[in-house]
């Protein structure tokens, strides 16, 4: 039989505890209640300590019922718990008021990234000078990104563009790369329109946008990933003239009538003669500043496709001639909107997003 002083001093704790509880009416109160009635120091816990103590007969009768206790006390502090906030719930809404005078709270919209916003400019000035949007793929093969390109394994100027590769070398001289630049897919258009009628291919007059891919030394002007925006005129009779006219073109479309370019000679293994092309800096006036360096910003890479590339795309140098141009969009945002370092694009942060 169980000692009836602990079953009596049980229904004690409980009777106790749940007076305690009936008049409480705020979250504080609760919290000293629950610590005062169910923590590890409460009566009712200490009961359990005790059955250590209790006969093996006594053991099994009090343990039910201190846990009988116990839960009777958790249940009825659930119930007072959840109506406590109810109330304050209620009062809460009983006293709030609309002010219908107060401002109202900012909608934040989402809007396009810098880079997004240029790159669809560039395309609608392109598509009004007649180009389409030719896409080509960024893992490249060796051979596209630079051999068609007329750069032989272990030509020299492959050392222009640091490459990541992402074979472990199985393809032996042609290992899969990412496309350094946009150029491989001018080889990829021109096989593919020279393919329609191979003895009078069609003319060509594409842009190939994309991300590009460089494992080189990050600084204001570099990233290891950018975007290019290859041009690529093939057809009888094109000339440099026509060259120089598309981008002087494209730069006061871009700038405004009066911004002053230039063409520097180059090399480019895939083009002769090759030349980079600069705009000068309206920001600093052409005196150099942070944004462009020493007055001009180098914005692409521009010459006549060589012959070799023109035979590998299916083209008779003989009858065929064209002009290619790799420009740097982020480059052309950095002057436009005087950004003065290119590594804010990706870095995601809003407060330079939200400037756009
Ligand atoms: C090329 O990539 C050539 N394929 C361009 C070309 C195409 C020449 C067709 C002739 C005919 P270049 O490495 O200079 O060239 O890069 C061209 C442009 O891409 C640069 O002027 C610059 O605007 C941009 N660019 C190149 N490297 C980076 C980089 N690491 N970060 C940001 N922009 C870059």
Known sequence: ??????IQELESIRQSGLDALAGLNSEEELQAWHAAHLSRTAPVMLVFQKLGKLTPEERPVVGQAANQVKVALETAFGERSAAVKEQALAQALASEKLDVTLPGRPVVHGR?????????????????????V???????????NFQMLNFPVGHPARDMQDTYFIDAGERGDNPLVMRTHTSPGQVHAMQEASATNPQNPPPVRIILPGMCYRYEQ???RHETQFDQIEGLAVGPGITFTNLKGTLSDLARRLFGQHVRTRFRASYFPFTEPSAEFDVECFLCGGKGCAVCGGGWLEIGGCGMVHPNVLRNGGYDPERYSGFAFGLGPQRIA????????IRYFWENDLRFLEQF
């Open 334 to 341: 950095m002057l436009r909107y005087g950004i003065n370092d």
């Open 1 to 6: 039989m169980s000692d009836p002083t602990i």
């Open 112 to 132: 396009l990234h810098p880079d997004t916003q240029i790159l669809r400019e560039l395309y609608r000035v392109f598509g009004e000078m007649g180009f389409q």
């Open 218 to 220: 990050t600084d204001a």
């Open 134 to 144: 030719y896409r080509s793929r960024e893992v490249e093969t060796d051979e596209y």
